[in-house]
């Protein structure tokens, strides 16, 4: 392709995104994510190395460094040679002193202090994601037949939705809820719950028969789901349902965004470091029906475009004896939110169109604001798990543009970026959307292998917001690809404006061979990678 033809692509498609709203102003939603790492905080730096001092970190820096600096010294002034200690042990007998006595007691304590205090490991048994009923699997063209005869859309917008669903990333076998896909549609509360009920039960029951764990044993309940919020909650449906026991610590997240499922991952964490030997049950979905957008202002209707329907359920356990049967262990959850700023908050807002009807607009800086939440996140959570020599190399580079800058010349001094491949064998990134996963990739320097699952579960499934991370882990599982002590990076991001991030490590080879129950890739897994037509802009 030519380079004319290339340059006529991107005007084209760049007006295609500069859309008018029902007030005629133009709105332009920036279709890159900014160079996140041109400009990092030294303060975000220095936030994750506060995170990595844990027990055993300061057990390490306050005992083990000074014995071993100790032990060195002492070689060094007294010029004792290794087979010179050995003859003076052989030769006298250590005698236990009061010194003695008092030092063994000091470190006893010290060392009964770090058991103390240190965190229980929290395993992940396992999770299992809902796959709907073949009914209610929807192909791109019919949905696009399905908005034309409904009525509800101007040919303009409906022009405009197509254009969005030809390069969005959606394949043929997505699914939407009955209460959306009915002639005419029915959107109630009754078709909402109905909708709740079936993906919430339905991951649930599968994750249940996975581990065979009893819903009565199960100790703390977590439930997120953004724009769906019932009285009584969708914990309460949970509780009601499964006949949970009485005195269960349950949550019910709302309005949190798409990265709600990881701050579900963190509550539970911290409710597990409170509750010894407990079960913890994260579930994590979205509801569509009553959140269907019937109106004509384009910022509002891309989210009719790609969310579909979807769920997953997730069982952490902090008991020592799930260790040999678990999937994965927490490593770190590192969160950020970006609220305080109004820009960051407003960028994705839920509210009425100028003629009454709700939907959820995208402002034209949302991917900027998504670059600045993806900057801190991960500026933070290197220092947590990136190797030594990638955490040097890049804190010179820091500190040369930091001292360079002064005298003019630090724009000339091209930021190092780590390798974020050498900290993680896999990565879940949330498949929020095209754009936003190719701007990743790009940033991150990760291969397409890399990129995969996210990609994949994008085209089979859409977006299913919070559960998506859980849609792509089943594919790399499903896959065969992760091995024992292999290192999963799960990332996403949502309203507010908030990025999030979880690392897992795995305990053991997955899958176990046949064992596909509650696996959502059981019968297509075979037919994946797909080839998705790549576009200038998504």
């Not at 229980?120 to 929807?138: G, M, N, T, W």
């Not at 009807?357 to 600045?372: I, T, Y």
Request: proline share 4%; net charge positive.
């Amino acid at each position: 392709m030519s380079r004319n033809s290339i340059d006529m692509d991107k005007e084209r498609l760049t007006a295609e995104m500069n859309f008018k709203d029902s007030t005629s102003a133009v709105i332009k939603i920036r279709q890159r994510l900014p160079d996140f790492l041109q400009t990092v905080k030294l303060k975000y730096v220095k936030l994750g190395y506060g995170y990595s001092c844990n027990a055993t970190t300061i057990l390490i820096f306050t005992l083990v460094v000074p014995l071993l600096l100790f032990l060195t010294v002492q070689f060094q002034l007294t010029d004792l040679k290794l087979h010179r200690l050995s003859q003076l042990l052989l030769e006298h007998t250590v005698q236990l002193d009061t010194d003695t006595a008092i030092g063994s007691i000091v470190l006893l304590f010290l060392f009964g202090l770090y058991y103390a205090k240190r965190s229980p490991p929290i395993y992940l048994v396992d999770f299992a994601c809902y796959k709907p009923e073949k009914e209610r699997k929807i192909a791109v063209d019919s949905f696009v037949k399905m908005l034309e005869d409904s009525g509800e859309f101007g040919e303009e917008t409906l022009e405009f939705q197509r254009r969005i669903l030809s390069r969005a990333g959606l394949g043929d076998e997505t699914y939407l809820p009955n209460g959306i896909m009915s002639s005419p549609p029915n959107l109630c509360m009754k078709e909402a719950r109905l909708e709740a009920e079936a993906v919430m039960f339905g991951a649930l029951d599968a994750l249940f028969a996975k581990t065979g764990v009893n819903p009565r044993d199960i100790d703390i309940l977590v439930v997120n789901c953004s724009l769906f919020n019932p009285t009584p909650s969708l914990s309460a449906m949970i509780v009601n349902h499964y006949k949970l026991r009485t005195n269960i610590k349950s949550y019910n997240l709302g309005g949190m965004g798409c990265s709600a499922g990881l701050i579900s991952i963190d509550l539970a964490k911290d409710l597990l470091k409170a509750n010894p030997n407990s079960y913890a049950v994260v579930l994590s979905t979205e509801n569509l029906t009553l959140n269907w957008y019937f109106g004509n202002e384009r910022s509002m209707l891309l989210s009719n475009c790609i969310f579909r329907m979807g769920g997953a359920a997730i069982l952490l356990s902090n008991k020592s004896s799930d260790r040999t049967r678990s999937k994965y262990k927490l490593v770190h959850t590192v969160r950020t939110h970006k609220g305080a700023d109004d820009k960051n908050y407003n960028c994705v807002y839920q509210k009425e169109d100028e003629t009454g009807k709700v939907g959820v607009s995208l402002a034209r800086e949302l991917m900027a604001v998504a670059g600045d939440a993806l900057k801190t996140n991960i500026t933070t959570l290197g220092p947590l798990v990136l190797p030594f020599s990638e955490q040097f190399m890049f804190f010179v580079s820091l500190v040369r543009r930091k001292l360079l800058k002064g005298s003019g010349s630090g724009s000339g001094v091209k930021p190092y970026i780590p390798d974020f491949k050498l900290a993680f064998e896999h990565f879940c990134i949330h498949a929020g959307g095209r754009a936003v996963l190719d701007e990743l990739q790009k940033n991150l320097q990760l291969s397409d292998w890399h990129m995969e699952p996210s990609r994949m579960t994008l085209h089979r499934f859409g977006n299913t917001s919070s559960s998506s991370l859980w849609y792509e882990l089943a594919y790399t599982e499903a896959k065969g690809r992760v091995a024992k002590g292999d290192r999963v990076w799960q990332i996403a991001f949502g309203s507010g404006f908030k990025c999030n991030s979880a690392v897992w490590k795995a305990v053991r080879d997955l899958p176990v061979v046949g064992d596909w129950r509650g696996n959502p890739w059981d019968d297509s897994v075979d037919k994946y990678p797909v080839s998705v037509p790549v576009s200038v802009a998504s």
